[in-house]
């Protein structure tokens, strides 16, 4: 249950920079491309972090895939 919540926090936070970017792109003042820059790279950091934690929890049988 604990890791369920840590991942859903952590997809919050790539929501979050998304956000974040998206505001840094319609402002466009002049030093919002580089914090667009650094929301993007945050959000695929987060995002890499994501999809490695349900690889290896899922290896380790933490959590299950289930079917629709």
């Known amino acids: 249950?604990?890791?369920k919540i840590v991942?859903?926090?952590a997809l919050g936070l790539v929501v979050w920079?998304?956000?974040?970017?998206?505001?840094?792109?319609?402002?466009g003042q002049t030093g919002d491309p580089q914090r667009l820059?650094?929301?993007l790279k945050r959000r695929v950091i987060?995002?890499?972090?994501?999809?490695?934690?349900l690889f290896v929890l899922g290896a380790m049988?933490?959590?299950?895939?289930h079917a629709l």
């Open 37 to 39: 820059m650094e929301a």
């Open 17 to 27: 920079q998304l956000v974040s970017a998206l505001r840094a792109l319609s402002r």
């Open 7 to 9: 991942l859903l926090v």
């Open 46 to 53: 987060l995002s890499i972090i994501i999809v490695t934690a």
């Open 1 to 3: 249950m604990l890791t």
């Open 61 to 65: 049988g933490v959590i299950t895939p």
